[in-house]
């Protein structure tokens, strides 16, 4: 049986399982929760392309295994040199997946090109199951069009398909039927990305920490029927050694947990659709989460080459233009308090769950100004979940 939280195979404090480079800041979108503040021209101080060679070198001077190198923006197909940047990275052996924003660039010609550059893999980010809302959100008409239009071509061309949706108070109750559309579509992955305050993403616009765990147990739900993910919600881990528990006891979930009245919403969504696409669950979630944090096993590189735990946690410990990748990420004090588990603080110090969660550092960040504070939108109570003695058998097995 696969285990139910996958910890990276590599040591984390000698390398990251991967790196994200915000090749540009510009984009032709305006989305509301825009952590970069994308803006529609390139910032002249970005990183040149030979800059850019060199950041693609110190991340192949990690080691075998490369981590994963996503190429993210802004929009990185603003940039004139993203397929010859991914075609370098190819050629020294980096695994290498781009994200581009929904805009006419996403278009067959240049998903075909990424791909003989050496992509394997894109990421696109939808946010509503209708153009109306879509659109309102990314602020740009159209824009719902040309991803879904994306995503059929990058399907049909093989390419592997991440589908990217951030949970705010905006599209909270479109959820099932946002799984309705990537079940129809198909994808590699849904992740759900939840909200931190950083860029133009507001505290205003985050739903609240019981919507938090709500949402998450309907991931869980919606990983019987699909892979599916979350991003800076890191508690999903605890929700899914939970839930598997209750599972095998035969016991329900409402039961033990006190859920939001959302997730009972979803829920009855869910069943609905499910039961009129005829599918069937599988008997275990299809995608189990990955134990990775900012600065643990996650590093950022901006457009300027500063180096960040990650992009919503804009604290720099470097720059690549001054030092390597390698270095910052192995000995910068940000980064190796981060991955120390005797620093996590409140509840998050204190938590049985810590081992494989530790919570948003990114979120603590944001919200409190310490790094290490425990997770603002988590609910738990360490030591309150009922099964310790199973909880501990699971936790020993990974
Ligand atoms: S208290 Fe912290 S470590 Fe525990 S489940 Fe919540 S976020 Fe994770």
Known sequence: ??????????????????????????????????????????????????????????????????????????????????????????????????????????????????????????????????????????????????????????????????????????????????????????SMTWSLFFLVPTGRGLQTDEISPAEYEAVMHFLYDVSKYISAKTTEGHHYKRIVLQRSILEDKGLPVEEYVNLHPIYYQLKRELEQIVTDKGLQPSPMIKRTPMHINAGNGFVFVSHLGDVFPSGFMPVGAGNVKEQSLVEIYRHAPLFQMLRDPKQLEGRCGLCEFSGVCSGSRSRAYAMTGDPMAEEPFCTYEPGSFPFQKELAERLAAL
């Open 1 to 186: 049986m696969k285990p139910l939280i996958r910890q990276p195979h590599l040591n984390n404090h000698e390398r990251p399982f991967m790196i994200i480079w915000e090749t540009t800041q510009a984009c032709d979108l305006a989305c509301r929760h825009c952590r970069a503040e994308a803006r529609s021209d390139p910032d002249p101080r970005s990183l040149t392309f030979e800059q850019g060679k060199r950041l693609l070198d110190q991340a192949q001077s990690f080691g075998k295994p490369s981590p994963i190198f996503i190429f993210t923006g802004g929009d990185p197909f603003k940039r004139k040199d993203i397929f010859d940047l991914v075609s370098y990275a190819s050629e020294i052996g980096l695994a290498a997946a781009v994200s581009p924003s929904g805009t006419p660039l996403l278009n067959r010609e240049n998903l075909l090109k990424l791909q003989e550059a050496g992509t394997k893999a894109i990421s696109l980010s939808i946010d509503a199951s209708t153009p109306e809302r879509h659109d309102d959100f990314r602020q740009v008409p159209g824009s719902f069009a040309l991803t879904v239009n994306g995503w059929r071509v990058a399907r049909e061309i093989g390419l592997k398909l991440q589908v990217n949706t951030t949970v705010t108070r905006y599209n909270l109750t479109d959820l099932a039927q946002l799984f309705k559309l990537v079940q129809e579509l198909g």
